[in-house]
T-cell receptor, first 111, second 114 residues
Framework: DAKTTQPNSMESNEEEPVHLPCNHS???????IHWYRQLPSQGPEYVIH???SNVNNRMASLAIAEDRKSSTLILHRATLRDAAVYYC????????????FGQGTTLQVKP | NAGVTQTPKFQVLKTGQSMTLQCAQD?????MYWYRQDPGMGLRLIYY???????DKGEVPNGYNVSRLNKREFSLRLESAAPSQTSVYFC?????????????FGPGTRLTVL
């Protein structure tokens, strides 16, 4: 399974944008890039996913590099509720939906 | 809709005891998954069921069995619990077992094996 690399932790100020990076240099052409987040003592929550083009939804935006070897999750205005562990995951089409979680990035949001 | 529900929320077992973790979803999803999460780690896939009537091993299946009882329910059984199985267990479901489908997770079961 393709590996992703994320910083262990990041800090942000409330109401400022946050850019969470992810490197996935061994990505294959059919791998989808997924982002999930996990709030303390809760199950993971889907955030966004994409294949080649940038994606936007009500929670966040996903910017995918042209060569697809990296991506960035963008939270446009961080709130205290966005403090969580964010996981960048590659989902292979051959994996029948399996998600391989890494250690993720712990995001702290300061008031 | 309740989404994905799991029972029990907490459980303490002694080494060698058995138990079954229950999971149900009310979203009419075809695929269901069991993960475990050890402290400070990401989730690891134990077993999954791509559709009713099928089950397959994930990354860490040893010491576990699963049953896809019907489309709604997917249970995880520990036949002889070991301290190494102390973990938080999450069940998830998705519309189909495809790489572009999002998964919906339950709240988890915290299991301690003494």
């Amino acid at each position: 399974d393709a590996k992703t690399t994320q910083p262990n932790s990041m800090e942000s100020n409330e109401e400022e944008p946050v850019h969470l990076p992810c490197n996935h240099s061994t990505i294959s052409g059919t791998d989808y890039i997924h982002w999930y987040r996990q709030l303390p003592s809760q199950g993971p929550e889907y955030v966004i996913h994409g294949l080649t083009s940038n994606v936007n939804n009500r929670m966040a935006s996903l910017a995918i590099a042209e060569d697809r070897k990296s991506s960035t999750l963008i939270l446009h205005r961080a709130t205290l509720r966005d403090a969580a562990v964010y996981y960048c995951i590659l989902a292979r089409s051959s994996n029948t939906g399996k998600l391989i979680f890494g250690q993720g990035t712990t995001l702290q949001v300061k008031p | 809709n309740a989404g994905v529900t799991q029972t029990p929320k907490f459980q303490v077992l002694k080494t060698g005891q058995s138990m079954t973790l229950q999971c149900a979803q009310d979203m009419n999803h075809n695929s269901m998954y069991w993960y475990r999460q050890d402290p400070g780690m990401g989730l690891r896939l134990i077993y999954y069921s791509a559709s009713e009537g099928t089950t397959d091993k994930g990354e860490v299946p040893n010491g576990y069995n699963v049953s896809r009882l019907n489309k709604r329910e997917f249970s995880l059984r520990l036949e002889s619990a070991a301290p190494s199985q102390t973990s938080v267990y999450f069940c998830a479901s998705s519309e189909a077992a495809r790489s572009y489908n999002e998964q919906f997770f339950g709240p988890g079961t915290r299991l301690t094996v003494l």
